[in-house]
């Protein structure tokens, strides 16, 4: 009985062995999808499949593929040069960067949102590769610098292509308000008619807001064209590194000068969102007036049918949408300035998860500006001035008041009691459908007797625009050698 027992307890021992080594081996087995992740390595357990989701960027950070393999090419190259990689496995890190990045281009490579974002991607496609070599890219390095090297090369880019559209929409523009120089419309304040201007006096006005925001653009690319890399993690690394080298190689003008801040600030993200969004902003300007001027009351543009589209019930219709769409697609942009900011608002140093947000709000920022440029750039030189309405337009709503009060204190009386006499001579023509330049000189001098026939050239609008000749103002003379000065101030650029 004794005996029995006894081998039932030893039984027993070794079914608790068997499920020991059972539970070991399902561990092991487990603890293989750990083994998948660049960190797995004190990792006992696989990662939860929606944290593997919720976590990773892939989805959105591969578009910046071609400036992660620049930032590493970099890197490798330089630690070569310092003695850390043989010139051997440089070469062969080199060459499988270049392979993948033709991979990626052929849309042959297979994205793995287990392996999280770009960089990890990159660097598991490299050692799957060339093997051993390939582990020892990050050496002296981390994501967080690697991120950080990434967005500013991939701004920067971006950057270049956006100066570039917005030099084109110049050019067009100012073309546009050199050959509408003489074209006379009504100025206003308030949407009120206020005087009158010239049509490329108005032009060079939206101008002057792309010039202020591509000097904007370029400030910031100049204050983000720093490089982060070598950073590493947060404090720098104990390899002896030469960050001189690799900015240089990437195209930074300098290092970045404290490694905390190198990993954790966005404020770049945050400058050219904002440079953006002011951007929009004068595009939504622009827009705005350019939906209110191809509308039937105003009639002062004609915009070319492949830049509108039509209603599907109401057969008349042609609509600015082009113009409709950018002054809509300003609030997004406006959006992802708050986003950015929000994001950074609260940021401990030095990295954190959060910064990752900074992608798909920088991203759509990029290419809904490139998209609203781009539709401007094609269509403002394609804009035709319909000039009869605008000059019926600035001949109503008394444009040329001010002139004939300005004329009042040439003839000697004072500025307040000459607003006075045309503010009374306004009232009159109201009542008598009659514009100033419509009225006999006896009604004039009805009020006021220093009222003579040379009134007629003030009261006309092209008198009006022409004597306003002084720099930055609307005399199509002014306009003129306005817009040769912008010409010149385009070509200084290349
Ligand atoms: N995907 C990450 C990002 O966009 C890369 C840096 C990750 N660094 C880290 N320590 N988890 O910010």
Aim: aromatic share 8%.
């Amino acid at each position: 009985m004794l005996l029995l027992n006894l081998q039932q307890a030893y039984n027993l021992r070794s079914y608790v062995h068997l499920f020991k080594l059972f539970y070991e081996y399902y561990q092991t087995m487990s603890q293989k999808d750990t083994a998948i992740k660049p960190w797995g390595g004190r990792f006992s357990e696989a990662t939860d499949t929606f944290v593997e989701r919720f976590t990773a960027s892939v989805d959105f950070d591969q578009r910046m593929y071609r400036q992660d393999i620049s930032g590493s090419i970099a890197h490798a190259t330089m630690l070569a040069k310092v003695g850390v990689l043989t010139d051997d496995e440089k070469t062969a890190i080199i060459d499988g960067l270049n392979d993948i990045q033709q991979e990626i281009e052929q849309g042959k490579f297979t994205w793995s949102v287990a392996l999280e974002d770009v960089h990890m991607n990159i660097e598991a496609a490299l050692t799957k590769r060339i093997g051993v070599t390939g582990k020892k890219l990050h050496t002296g390095r981390s994501r967080n610098d690697q991120v950080a090297t990434d967005i500013r090369l991939y701004l920067r880019d971006e950057i270049d292509l956006i100066a570039a559209e917005i030099t084109r929409l110049q050019k067009g523009l100012i073309g546009i308000a050199e050959r509408e120089a003489d074209t006379i419309m009504p100025g206003f304040t308030h949407l009120q008619t206020a005087q009158p201007v010239t049509f490329g006096h108005h032009l060079l006005a939206w101008n002057e807001m792309l010039e202020r925001d591509y000097s904007r653009l370029i400030d910031c690319r100049q204050r983000l064209n720093i490089s982060p890399l070598g950073a590493a993690a947060l404090a720098g690394t104990t390899y002896p590194i030469d960050r001189h080298y690799t900015a240089d190689l990437l195209g930074f003008s300098a290092p970045t000068k404290n490694s905390l801040d190198s990993v954790s600030d966005r404020d770049f993200a945050i400058e050219f969102t904002a440079f953006a969004s002011i951007l929009m902003t004068h595009l939504s300007r622009a827009s705005e007036e350019l939906v209110l001027w191809t509308s039937a009351q105003f009639n002062f543009i004609t915009l070319p049918d492949r830049f509108c589209t039509g209603s599907s019930i109401m057969p008349q219709k042609k609509n600015p949408d082009v113009p409709e769409l950018v002054r809509g697609k300003t609030g997004r942009v406006n959006g992802h300035l708050i986003c950015l900011l929000t994001l950074m608002k609260s940021q401990p140093l030095a990295y954190n998860k959060d910064n990752q947000e900074d992608k798909e709000p920088l991203f759509d920022t990029a290419d809904t500006v490139k998209d609203c440029l781009r539709a401007f750039a094609d269509m403002i030189p394609a804009l035709i001035a319909n000039k009869a309405p605008m000059y019926e337009a600035a001949k109503r709503g008394f444009s040329t008041a001010t002139d004939l009060a300005d004329y009042l204190v040439r003839k000697g009386i004072p500025f307040r009691d000459s607003h006075e006499i045309v503010g009374k001579s306004v009232a009159y023509g109201l009542e008598q459908g009659k514009d100033l330049s419509e009225m006999s000189l006896n009604e004039l001098k009805a009020f006021s007797g220093t009222i003579e026939e040379d009134v007629f050239e003030v009261l006309t609008l092209e008198g009006s625009v022409a004597a306003r000749d002084h720099i930055g103002g609307t005399a199509p003379n002014q306009v003129k050698q306005a817009a040769k000065r912008a010409f010149e101030t385009l070509e200084a650029r290349s």
